[in-house]
RNA sequence: GCGAGGGUGGCGGAAUUGGCAGACGCACUAGACUUAGGAUCUAGCGGUUUUACCGUGGGGGUUCAAGUCCCCCCUCUCGCACCA
């Protein structure tokens, strides 16, 4: 062992080792545990959030090794995407070669980090040894129908020249690039995910306990589902009807109007011979116009138009004047929404601004509602009135009553509504998985049969910035032949979102090399689900939920048998400096590269995981980077001055009985550590008191030194373990400094195998206990007493105190409240 | 507006079941060693008017005892946001 502590060396000698010994290829037995981090996007560079990332993965993954698991812990690349595109116009470097040449570089980076990765499992998602089962996929899902094409309304971003799903806007914003989007009529692909939606509600339910609740609470509020009636409304002198979503069919007898999207398809139809059709045309067409720039705005004022039409409440009989709406949204429920002004504040605003009636149907208990006298609608509970037969119900019975009543008529039905929306999958852009689809003028549209998979990238594309999709000007591509009738056809130029790769890729690692299908079946049956998964919150919806579905459609097309692909979810936080998340515009980047450079891998490590727990955001602090690094070195020079005498004897393996009395707290120390220490990672996962709690152990063994050990073999048994103890705690978190601390011991092996240590129960129990005697709640005297000692005798020691007394003199005590082994609370 | 999660020294954070608030680390102060110190070691380190009192965003409550439980309020962060 050397005296000084120089982390690039022992750190390179040990990388290499590790590699070369695939020391982290699963296989040595053991129970299974597949423990996964959510894989980069190579950028070409690491940075702060993931050195924190896979720094809590690693550390759960090497534990979990020693305490004798079979443990699965890969890592690969989620390489399509627009940066590679970009990077492609502005510097002329092929994607391909791009994406490449980063995954070599952040490879290198990441080995540099010591993560105990199986790297023969490595995968990137753009090589169509990936992508073709993506397109499998994609075709055994139009067979089943959970594929379709439509024209839809998308939101499209101008700046990414692609349109993007209802998830991944925000904000009205591109996610990815912050532009404003807009919205355009494009044919597009779309998952059925909404054939799901109940289903990956119900299993929101299972994850309690395992998912952070706000995760789970997110995923819900997004599917959003409402339970209440559709209603159908005749509309007056039309052979058609309209209908409703409502979840307060209750409030039906007060429906006076009605109100639909602007662009509700019955819209101009309506307005036809009314004499309104102007005042329409130029309401829908405002509507349009009215981009999201000004929508906010726009948020506050109800705004409408009415259409000329009337139709029929179909309970009271009167007619209704049809309006079009600003706030009535053509994607959720029908796009129309019957109008009770009395109990919808919505309704009520739009009521008051365009003059139309308000009838009250619902009474509060303890007062009378009059709709003259309404400043606003009143939205709670009550009894029915003005509602014929219904009078009288309380509201909350009348929702059954009346969805059945309607029922019974034939004009609605008790339904349920999602928010969430089909996931549209068609991207306008070339570095992404071509969808297997050919266009026939004779056959129409074509699915590119499975032997004929991949559809594979071309590599010869013009990607100069023009706009539009790069495949639909690449003709050799385009040009292709129907697969069905041999006649010339078009192949589709739309590639898939890219989240649709990192829906199934931790499947993938299960049998990254298998090439007779996406899926090893015996593998994935023996790896699956994920046992704990880790990354940041900022996946919360978008790619939880999309492998959440993705889990669940390839369990229905007889790939797998499980339904949540993530048992266990941790989601950290981010990583902060000076106040805001590291961000290259603001200047606050600190670079890992440079952090290894300077300290080495462990210190960053070991930084990363001290600052604060996990799911807490972590602010960096470059003096405190300094203070780890002064820990590794102090420790690092306290073995080596004790060695000497250590290596000279076993590690104590005895019983707490053989301890001499003045080194049972040094022992003590060392079990109560490897206690708190296994608590802290196996049931909380707060990494940062386990390292305080191995700090305290390592500023107690600061109290012996090496000439005492030298003459003391007991002593020297004892810090032996405990310096083991040290060691093999802190493995999981700095392993090359373990590493070489541990063969300095003289052990060959490496330690990545080797058992967490075991606490001795008995070392645990002190003979003595420290009792705080308070006067009124207020601590006046700390007792130091034999445990367990009678409540009596507690009692007389406590008032034996002359502290105590001093604060009791002439008082007699009212009530002594006595914990065993705690505390004493004398009440005067 | 709705939902979730926070608010504890100068800073990051501890306090696991209602039982000594501030573990551990950073910063800071003093001392030692030293030609030197941004190295290392030792000691101190919530506040104040220091035999004592005050103190976990603010106010109230329950309790012998509250950072922890209950009620009200303030504030910050995140998510959703006219979802009928």
Known sequence: MEAEYNPHVIEKKWQERWLAEKTFATGRGGEKYYLLEMFPYPSGKIHMGHVRNYSIGDVVARYQRMLGRDVLHPMGWDAFGMPAENAAIAHGVHPAAWTHGNIDEMRVQLQRMGFSYDWDRELATCDSSYYRWEQLFFLQMLEKGLVYKKKSQVNWCAACQTVLANEQVENGCCWRCGEETESKDLEQWFFRITAYAEELLAGCEALKGKWPERVITMQKNWIGRSVGAEIEFSVVDRDFKIKVFTTRQDTLYGATFMSLAPDHPRARELAAGTGREAAVEAFIDKMRRQERSDRDLAQQEKEGVFTGSYCRNPVTGRKMPIYLANFVLSGYGTGAVMAVPAHDQRDFEFARMYDLPIIVVIQPEGCELVAAELTEAYTGDGVLVNSDRFDGVANRQALDLIAAYLEERGIGRKAVTYRLRDWGVSRQRYWGAPIPIVYCDRCGTVPVPEKDLPVTLPEDVILDGSGGSPLARTEAFVNTVCPRCGAPARRETDTMDTFVESSWYYMRYACANYDKGPLDRA?????????????????????????????????????????????????????????????????????????????????????????????????????????????????????????????????????????????????????????????????????????????????????????????????????????????????????????ELWSAFGYREGLSYVPVPEYDPDSLVEDTVLVVVQINGKVRERLTVPRDLEEEKVRELAFASHRVQKHTAGKTPRKVIVIPNKLVNIVV
Not at 530 to 546: N, P, Q, S
Not at 680 to 702: G, P, W
């Open 523 to 739: 593998a994935v049956d023996k790896w699956l689900p994920v046992d704990h998964y880790i990354g940041g919150i900022e996946h919360a919806i978008l790619h939880l939920l999309y492998s959440r579905f993705f889990t669940r459609v390839l369990r229905d097309l007889g790939y797998i048998d499980f339904s949540e692909p993530f048992t266990r979810l941790l989601t950290q936080g981010m990583v902060i400096k000076d106040g805001a998340k590291m961000s290259k515009s603001k200047g606050n980047v600190v670079d890992p590269n440079a952090l290894i450079e300077r300290y080495g891998a462990d210190t960053a490590r070991m930084f990363s995981l001290f600052a604060s727990p996990p799911e807490l955001d972590l602010e960096w602090n470059d003096q405190g980077v300094e203070g780890a690094y002064r820990f590794l070195n102090r420790l690092w020079r306290m073995v080596f001055a004790l060695l000497p005498a250590l290596e000279k004897v076993e590690p104590f393996a005895g019983g707490m009985a053989e301890v001499p009395d003045k080194y049972a707290g040094l022992r003590r120390k060392t079990h109560q550590t490897i206690a708190r220490v296994r608590s802290d990672i196996e049931e909380r996962m707060h990494f940062n008191t386990a390292i305080s709690a191995v700090m305290e152990l390592v500023n107690e063994l600061k109290n012996h030194d090496v000439e005492s050990a030298a003459k003391d073999p007991v002593l020297a048994a004892l810090l032996r373990e405990a310096v083991e103890t040290v060691i093999l705690l802190l493995a999981p978190i700095v392993p090359h400094f373990c590493e």
